[in-house]
């Protein structure tokens, strides 16, 4: 049985606020034909970012990461739909932006490593906690979306 459930965590980061990109990227989550279930604008306080970052915590980079990603707040989003961890990765593109495959948000939108626009959670278990840690479940939403007829077809709608 497919789930249209599964959910996603992303960040814009804030060289994407402040390059007024905002838009840009979610249209390219709504094109896609995602489902949008919780969005907010928050700053990152340093224990929430250690965790998120835990599996780079102890690289050299990460005090100047931690730095670029409390310069501004940043939008997080939980985006839903079906094998969605796994086709946000591909609509986003690899870390390093300037080798992200043209016609991919960072691929098209940005140039750098650590400045590449956008947080996609790596797997379906670190989606879980991604989304967990960033959303209370109050803050996640359950609504039909009438394009999901469209969107999928009917054996993929489970
Ligand atoms: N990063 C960096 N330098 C590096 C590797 C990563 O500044 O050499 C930053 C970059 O912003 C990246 C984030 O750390 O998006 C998290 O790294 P990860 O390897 O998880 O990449 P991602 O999953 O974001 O593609
Ligand atoms: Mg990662």
């Not at 997080?76 to 094998?83: D, I, N, S, V």
């Not at 990765?89 to 043209?102: F, H, M, N, Q, S």
């Not at 979306?145 to 054996?155: F, N, P």
Request: hydrophobic letters at 40%.
């Amino acid at each position: 049985m497919s789930d249209v459930k599964e959910r996603t965590l992303v960040l814009i980061k804030p060289d994407a606020i402040q390059r007024g990109l905002m838009g840009e990227i979610i249209s390219r989550f709504e094109k896609k034909g995602l489902k949008l279930v919780g969005c907010k604008m928050m700053e990152l306080e340093e224990a929430l970012l250690r965790e998120h970052y835990a599996h780079i915590a102890d690289k050299p980079f990460f005090g100047g990461l931690a730095k670029f990603m409390q310069s501004t707040p940043v939008v997080a989003m939980c985006w839903e739909g079906l094998e969605v961890v796994n086709a946000v990765r591909l609509l986003c593109g690899i870390t390093k932006a300037r080798e992200a495959e043209a016609g991919s948000i960072r691929g098209d939108l940005a140039m750098s490593v650590a400045c590449n626009v956008v947080h996609a959670s790596d797997s379906i278990e670190n989606a879980e906690a991604e989304v967990s840690r960033f959303f209370k479940e109050d803050d996640l939403h359950s609504y039909d979306k009438s394009e999901y007829m469209h969107v999928y077809a009917e054996d993929e709608r489970g």
